[in-house]
């Protein structure tokens, strides 16, 4: 009988002399079955691209792009990789040895055994433990539940911003808990054929978002670390963008310091009244945001947020008080040698920063002279009409906007008297053509299609419209 099955495979327990081996054998065909069902997710992702279904929120909102023939391909990837037992191996191997340390002794991956390895069939050390969501054997082994919620959370967290290397599939099966010779709480990983990793650019990226965030509360630090995380488009309106996003920090902010519960854990009613509130008060910035769609989802993050919402999930079940978001704040302080290099240099520059001596700050006094005699300079020739300012005004666009409806109403009116005109003549003048009522009753159907597009027109895409602008504060008139 096996030990663990899933729809991959099954797990036996094997012995050869006083050890005691795992045992992971591959179901047969799995290859050829994903041959055909990734065939036909292909096709179903080109048709969500080609028909981009939006939604308010997340990553389905009008300002963010997306390509579900990326995500595809990325799924695709891991789903081959997942299946290859040498390349688990290497996986675990890597793991292991990224947590080969003493602050991390609580951590454990199982030891491989390449000689006994195939592509389908995986040995590896065989480390019983405790499933991590199984509170009463948890409490009875004297283990804290919060405790291990706080060490999971660490734990991926060191995986995303340190190693650069992560498990994508975190559940409960695949993560158990022991007891150590210390009397503390001890991790177990499983299962690391699903892993995914970021280059040195995306780490220093999700570092730098992470400081910007919770530490310096500057949501231009934030744009710039979503850039380098290829979140946000290059190029885009940036003003509309870091206006948000500081509203965002802010509130973000407020919350941490004073403990109070999240938006997104209030209750319904609560959340849309803060959320018109919000609009009123940033109802242009939002259009510009939908209008742009400066936001991208790559495709690895697919992965890397179905691992935290995994981890979520585990750690609400261990400990209810559990807040990965608020966990974040204390670590940070471990990852002070990612954010500059090393951890005298970011406590340096930090400092620097508010006192107002960081290079840049050296090199802007030093250079103030130059940079307001070329201010001057753009000015004199502003005054000559050398310069013409180019300015962007939302309430014009949107003007501009509502009347390409309007007109477009109007050239379908024009069209279904025309056509209709047409078919009264050739009904009533016509009579000795040939092919007469035929030619008339194709000008009739025409000009009962373009007369159904003006009350959809006006009823639908118009009245739609201008619903859009109002839930953001803004007149489209």
């Known amino acids: 009988e096996p030990l663990a ?25 799995l290859r050829e079955l994903f041959d055909v069902d990734l065939g036909q997710l292909r096709r179903l992702a080109g048709f969500a691209d080609a028909v981009d279904l939006t939604s308010e929120g997340g990553i389905m909102d009008k300002n963010t792009q997306r390509s579900w023939v990326s995500v595809y391909y990325e799924m695709k990837r891991l789903l081959y990789e997942e299946i290859d037992y040498l390349k688990e191996i290497q996986n675990c191997d890597r793991f292991r040895t990224n947590f080969d340390k003493p602050k991390f002794s609580h951590i454990r991956a199982p030891n491989t055994y390449p000689e006994y390895t195939t592509e389908k069939v995986l040995t590896m050390e065989y480390c019983p433990g405790i499933k991590i969501t199984d509170l009463e054997r948890i409490r009875e082994a004297g283990l804290d539940p919060a405790d291990i919620s706080k060490k999971s959370a660490e734990s991926f967290l060191e995986q995303l911003c340190r190693h650069g290397f992560f498990h994508c599939d975190p559940h409960p099966g695949n993560v158990s808990v022991e007891k150590l010779p210390s009397g503390e709480a001890g991790l177990i990983f499983y299962d690391f054929g699903m892993m995914d990793e970021f280059g040195a ?7 730098d978002f992470f400081f910007a965030l919770y530490y310096d509360a500057d949501a231009k630090d934030v744009a710039d670390a ?3 995380l290829g979140m946000l488009r290059k190029g885009v309106d940036r003003i509309s963008v870091e206006k948000v996003g500081q509203d965002f920090i802010d509130r973000f902010q407020a919350t941490l310091k004073s403990g109070d519960q999240w938006e997104a854990d209030l209750p319904a009613e609560e959340r849309k009244k803060l959320n018109r509130q919000r609009r009123k008060e940033l109802g242009e910035e939002f259009l510009s945001l939908n209008a742009e769609s400066p936001f991208i989802f790559p495709p690895t993050w697919t992965f ?25 704040a204390p670590y940070l302080k471990e990852l002070l ?9 970011t406590t340096l520059m930090r400092v620097l920063k508010r006192a107002g001596w960081r290079p840049i700050d050296i090199d802007m006094a030093v250079t103030q002279p130059r940079r307001v005699a070329k201010i001057e300079g753009v000015v004199k020739r502003m005054e000559r009409g050398e310069f013409k300012p180019r300015v962007r005004a939302m309430e ?29 003549s050739v009904a009533t003048l016509g009579t000795n ?7 008339a009753k194709s000008f009739l159907a025409a000009a009962v ?19 859009y602008n109002e839930r953001f504060g803004v007149a489209s008139k």
């Open 337 to 345: 040698d990612l954010k500059d290099g090393n951890a005298f240099r």
């Open 226 to 228: 979503l850039e380098r």
């Open 304 to 328: 890397v947020l179905k691992a935290f919402f995994t981890l979520d999930g585990i750690g609400k079940t261990l400990d209810p008080k559990y807040d990965l978001t608020r966990l974040t």
């Open 449 to 467: 299609v373009f007369g159904l597009r003006v009350p959809y027109g006006v009823f639908v895409k118009l009245r739609k419209l201008d619903e």
């Open 433 to 439: 053509m040939i092919g007469a009522k035929p030619v």
């Open 5 to 29: 099955a899933a729809s991959l495979g099954q797990v036996h327990v094997a012995t050869k002399g006083d050890k005691t081996f795992a045992v992971k054998v591959q179901r047969q065909f």
């Open 396 to 424: 014009v666009e949107r003007m501009i906007n509502r009347n390409k409806l309007v007109q477009s109403n109007i050239f379908n009116a024009v069209l279904s008297c025309l056509f209709l005109n047409t078919a009264a």
């Open 201 to 207: 650019v995306e780490r220093k990226g999700l570092v």
